[in-house]
Nanobody, 124 residues
Framework: QLPLVESGGGLVQPGESLRLSCAVSGFTVEQDSIGWFRQAPGKEREAISCIGTITGIMDFSDSVKGRFTISTDNNNKTVYLQMNTLKPEDTAVYYC?????????????????WGQGTQVTVSS
């Protein structure tokens, strides 16, 4: 079983919403951190938001502020990224990643386990 598996991506029109899911195995938000990241074509990977031990929820991206929200289910087995009012510039591959035994950070290289990614395309 893969430790982190993303789902929920797809093609949507500008202004619509999507909810991404990250199925978590071997991590807990009580002891670890799970973050959402994205990478658009030709651009560096960007940290969006994270939830985890010590730090709780941390939001890193000004470009999605007020539109994207991270959360977990009651069992902390799934970490969600609710994305509202999507824009064409949100088009990217979205990844979740885990950081074992540490709180959230915007330093992407400190996350040691990554999912395979899910494509989000926002286009009319």
């Amino acid at each position: 079983q893969l430790p982190l598996v993303e789902s929920g991506g797809g093609l949507v029109q500008p202004g619509e919403s999507l909810r991404l899911s990250c199925a978590v195995s071997g991590f807990t938000v009580e002891q670890d951190s799970i973050g959402w990241f994205r990478q658009a074509p030709g651009k560096e990977r960007e940290a969006i938001s994270c939830i985890g031990t010590i730090t709780g929820i941390m939001d890193f991206s000004d470009s999605v502020k007020g539109r994207f929200t991270i959360s977990t289910d009651n069992n902390n087995k799934t970490v969600y990224l609710q994305m509202n009012t999507l824009k064409p510039e949100d088009t990217a591959v979205y990844y979740c990643a885990g950081r074992r035994g540490r709180g959230c950070t915007s330093y992407i290289f400190l996350y040691d386990t990554w999912g395979q990614g899910t494509q989000v395309t926002v286009s009319s």
